[in-house]
């Protein structure tokens, strides 16, 4: 671990009261050291973090939290914060079963005010704060912490549209850590910032405006532009200011001397929104962090010195990577095949389409609701769109999923990575609803993949489908080392398969969970019970001939899914009843995931808490059969 005996020093926020400038540059940089310490040991967001860190000691050097509110957008830059606000003991234990979370929480800290893993929305819940404080009387400085990469989502300018809803104080900071807006600036901008912050200038612009006012109606406008066009040239703020906000900036977000008068200037103006434009630099201070912005944004544990990253061997492929080296096979073959993303061209896999066709792959930004209704547009247009978005991330576009896309028929192919549960990212990033969503929707073709065959055949089986649109969901993480074939052959829609035969309980699994019903079946082969095992494949439309005959030559059926209550299990269900096989006595079970939001920890712990481990399903099955609870536990 890092010497760092002056951060040591800062039990909370409060102890950064009185330092000097000199001292909190001290504080950064041991800061810097225990953050990469931790993420070293634990993984997670580490260049976002990285670049945060003076901007952090700033602002609880300004600021008075917990009373003052200070939200981070997304919130997985926030460690440091939770370095300085009373967490730092518990700082290795980020993203692990009973530690602290990887994102701002708020049953975790009162110096989390809000929760957030989602971008975009901490203006929005800043300004909640803001009208809050207004009707109780209180006087509480309300500051978001937002991203250009956040600014490309449109509900950050609804919510600045909406600003002017609170008449107190309010400041936006900007954190510009990839120079979209502004490039990174020197001494004298930094000089130009303070200034345009401070108490003098603005009376001499309000004097300036007041003299303006009273000039001949011809002249006033004039007067006006010139003024708006003078501090854009200086200043690059008069979109903001159109917007309603007193723009500040560019500063440097690295440089404390400059960062800190500003920060404290910015946060006196109480007679409009005000915008503080940072620059910064994702994983400043950590050299492999610096070289390589977008590989050590989300790390796992990592060699301090080298900057090595301790990824684990694997035999088979990631799901994403099959999904974008399949999708580039069909591409080849057809040209109308265009893939669409919203920011996360890695995370999906389609930066490997996106080199193989630059000119057919779009990055819409954080912008969920505007890819799916481009993908639209692209579908009517008459191209084959892939709209390839997290399954967490997709709740986001759901109107226009439903509104744009399935009302019209448009065939636009959903693919939905980081279906299911995801281990270290916890309840914000799992995949848990969209079997429910999206089969809630008339002539969708709903798709799981079992494996990484089955996700390349459903690849294929999409884009077949051009009267309606279809989605395939697929997990985070490698495959299960099966071969692929060189072009994987479409499916029959609406048909699944048996894997193994058996008598007595027939397990219907949709998914990823296929691997553990079958060797559910060996545990229960093993207390004499023999068990049927099928791959759904499709959660709409349902196999209805396959299930029937399940529940037909079977005691008890047991559905498995690795998605909420209300999804498959629900729809085989209401099938079956509207059949009459329920009156039949059928005993049945479907297997979700728990309702709740489980939090982070290791897939296997939370897949059994779950009930959906080998040892779960089997448990369900013989209960259904009649076995005691406690003899069915220990199965």
């Known amino acids: 671990m890092p010497e760092t005996p002056h951060l040591d020093a800062i039990a909370s926020p409060a102890d950064l009261k009185g330092k000097t400038i000199g001292e909190l540059r ?38 008075d939290t917990p009373q003052d509110i200070l939200i981070w957008d997304v919130g997985h830059q926030a460690y440091p914060h939770k370095i300085l606000t009373g967490r730092r003991d518990r700082i290795r234990t980020l993203r692990q079963g009973g530690g602290l979370s990887g994102f701002t929480k708020r049953a975790e800290s009162e110096y989390d005010p809000f929760g957030a893993a989602h971008a975009s929305t901490s203006i929005s819940a800043a300004l909640g704060f803001c009208v809050a404080r207004d009707q109780r009387g209180s006087d509480e400085r309300v500051v978001a912490v937002i991203g250009d990469g956040s600014m490309s989502a449109g509900m950050a300018y609804e919510a600045m549209n909406n600003a002017e809803a609170t008449n107190g104080q309010l400041m936006v900071i900007l954190n510009d850590n990839d120079m979209s807006i502004a490039p990174p600036v020197g001494g004298m901008s930094a000089y130009l910032a303070k200034l345009v912050s401070g108490g003098a200038y603005r009376s ?61 200037n910015a946060a006196q103006i109480t007679d409009r929104p005000v915008l503080v434009h940072v620059v910064t630099k994702k994983g400043k201070g950590y050299g492999p962090a610096e070289n390589s912005a977008d590989k050590y944004h989300g790390v796992v544990k990592f060699d301090v010195i080298s900057g090595a990253q301790q990824k684990a061997p694997s035999n088979a492929p990631s799901y994403t990577k099959v999904f974008g080296t399949e999708l580039i096979k069909r591409a080849e073959r057809d040209p109308k095949i265009v893939a669409i993303t919203a ?52 709740q986001r576009g759901y109107d226009q999923v439903v509104h744009d896309v399935a009302i019209q028929s448009l065939p636009v192919r959903f693919a939905m990575d980081r279906a299911g549960l995801v281990g270290a990212d916890g309840a914000t990033h799992a995949g848990s609803f969209d079997i429910g969503y999206m089969g809630a929707l008339p002539g969708m073709v709903l798709m799981a993949a079992a494996d990484e065959a089955e996700l390349a055949a459903m690849i294929a089986t999409s884009l077949e489908i051009d009267d309606r649109p279809s989605a395939f969901r697929y997990p985070r993480g490698d495959g299960e080392g099966v071969e692929i074939p060189e072009l994987a052959a479409p499916l029959e829609i609406g048909k699944g398969r048996i ?55 079977h005691e008890a059926l047991v559905t498995v899914e690795e998605g909420a209550m209300g999804g498959f299990g629900a729809f085989v269900l209401q099938m079956l009843a509207a059949r009459g096989v329920l009156d039949g006595g059928l005993k049945i079970r479907t297997l979700t995931l728990p309702d709740r939001f489980q939090d982070q920890d290791k897939p296997e712990l939370m897949y059994a808490t779950a009930g959906l481990d080998a040892r779960g399903i089997a448990a369900s099955a013989l209960e259904a059969l009649g076995v005691p609870a406690e003899r069915a536990a220990r199965a």
Not at 240 to 251: A, I, S
Request: net charge negative; charged share 20%.
């Open 499 to 553: 894997v193994r035969e058996g008598t007595s309980v027939a397990i219907l699994s949709l998914g990823t969970r296929l691997g553990e019903s079958l060797k559910a079946a060996e545990l229960l082969a093993a207390r004499g019970v023999s068990a049927t095992v099928a791959d759904a494949r499709f959660a709409k439309p349902l196999d209805e001939e396959l299930i029937l005959r399940l529940a037909r030559e």
């Open 343 to 394: 920011a996360m061209p890695s995370g999906t896999g389609l930066d490997l389409f996106g080199q193989a066709f630059p000119e057919r792959t779009f990055d819409v930004g954080i912008a969920e609701q505007h890819a799916v209704t481009f993908a639209a547009g692209l579908a009517a247009g008459g191209l084959k769109p892939v709209c390839a978005i997290y399954s967490t991330f997709l």
């Open 204 to 264: 001499m612009r309000k004097m300036g405006k007041a003299m303006a006012g009273v000039l001949p109606q011809s002249l006033q406008q004039a007067a006006r532009k010139a003024e708006e066009y003078a501090r854009g040239m200086v200043t690059g703020g008069t979109f903001f200011e159109e917007l309603g906000f007193y723009y500040v900036g560019p500063v440097d977000g690295h440089d404390l001397d400059a960062l800190t008068p500003i920060l404290r």
């Open 26 to 63: 001290i504080i950064a940089d041991e800061l810097r050291a225990e953050t990469i310490d931790a993420v070293s040991q634990t993984g997670g967001h580490l260049g976002s973090a990285l670049g945060v860190i003076e901007l952090t000691v700033a602002l609880h050097h300004v600021l």
